[in-house]
Nanobody
């Protein structure tokens, strides 16, 4: 299984930005679709975004469309989630997972599978 390491979380005020990263030290993510999920206290884990191996197609859950951007640098085996205009409701632990099923436009666009590996998570807190 691939080892994933998230970083970049923190405490920001509403309207500010953060970029979280998902790295796979010593492992190539080139052929894996990668997803970002989040879980807030007392809530179920939610799929946020995903990106296919080539980076040409992406998915975003409705609540983050227009504010979050997922990207990948296969040379660095790293996937990024740029989060702009953050809101208090974005507060959660953010996890990356790979491989995932990432099929933008399909009835179910992002799901994790039994083969998915997960990082340890990074806390994002949006508060004034």
């Amino acid at each position: 299984q691939v080892q994933l390491v998230e970083s970049g979380g923190g405490l920001v005020q509403p309207g500010e930005s953060l970029r979280v990263s998902c790295a796979a030290p010593g492992f190539s993510l080139d052929y894996f679709a990668v997803g970002w999920f989040r879980q807030a206290p007392g809530k179920e884990r939610e799929g946020v975004s995903c990106i296919i191996p080539s980076g040409d197609s992406t998915y975003y859950t409705d609540s983050v469309k227009g504010r979050f951007t997922i990207s990948r640098d296969n040379a660095k085996d790293t996937v990024y989630l740029q989060m702009n205009s953050l809101k208090p409701e974005d507060t959660a632990v953010y996890y990356c997972a790979a491989p995932v099923s990432c099929v933008p436009g399909a009835p179910t666009e992002l799901t994790f599978t039994i083969e998915s590996s997960w990082g340890q998570g990074t806390q994002v807190t949006v508060s004034s």
